[in-house]
């Protein structure tokens, strides 16, 4: 049978086949290879003891790795509006990294919409991503915008990704029936010094729909990324990488760089000048 992983607790996985779970534990043999993911589609069969193990994992489309979660289909980037405020440069970063493992579908969430000054903040957010990705704004309070969201997720295996504070788990349990997932105010959590989101898992939404909430990460670093591939996890610069009169235009300084000349056009001028911030963090990181 092939079934999908939904959960791992210290080697024992449950696997999802259709509506029924089997709990399973990795073949002894297959442990040195590679080591099954939340996401991943497996190979199970149950032994004549009654015993369920993994045989094999099939090949993955894609791979998260914060959090780790694999085959995912759309990167949910959850941030309020205020309390805490929204962060763009941190945005840019979770939207680097979506990016960068090839998840087919981003799409950007502004919760605490109900909040005051809630509906500036979002506009803001509207002209500089709304180009790019889908948005949508929502309060996990009043409601407000979880139907259209629950709707675009409809069919996916998604992953809610975005800073501690933001409402991720408040919008897991309106999506997800019965949702039981801890929330927590940024205050108390900063007073016991942990996240309240704690181990992975896909939580069934619809049919063939799944849910991934997890812990907010209060910073990502981007110096494992390779400073020449950057330009390329910025969408909406696609288009004109390969338009530069030189071959390896770095899109910063160079003479007749189309891209540049984009800028306050198709290409937001805060979008380039994180770019370049960017750059310049990971070029120092390799400098070492
Ligand atoms: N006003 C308002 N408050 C909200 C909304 N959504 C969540 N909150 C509150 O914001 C706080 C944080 O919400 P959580 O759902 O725990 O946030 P989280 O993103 O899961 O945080 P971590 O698990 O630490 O990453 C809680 O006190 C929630 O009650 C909203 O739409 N409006
Ligand atoms: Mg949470
Ligand atoms: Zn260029």
New binding site residues.
Partial sequence: MTGRIIKGVGGLYTVAVGDTHYEARARGAMRRGLKPAIGDFAEITVMPSGECVIERILGRKNSLLRPKVVNIDCAVM?F?AK?PDVNLDMLDRFLIFAEKDNIDEICIVI?????EGAEEVYNNIRRIYGGIYKLFP?????GMGIDALKENLKGKVSV?C????????????LIVPNGR??????SR?IKRGK???RHIELLETDKDSYIA????FSSLDLQYLDSESLCGYFAEFRPYLSLCRFSDCRHIDEPDCKLKEQVGKDISVERYERFKKFYREIKDSERF
Avoid: L, R, Y
Avoid at 111 to 115: E, I, L, P, S, T
Avoid at 138 to 142: E, F, Q
Avoid at 181 to 186: A, Q, V
């Fill in positions: 959850v309020a309390e919760n605490k919409c109900d909040k929502v309060s996990a309070v009043s809610m975005g800073p501690s504070g933001a409402g991720k788990s408040s919008i897991v349990n997932m801890e929330t927590g105010d940024i959590k996240h309240t989101t909430d997890s812990p907010g």
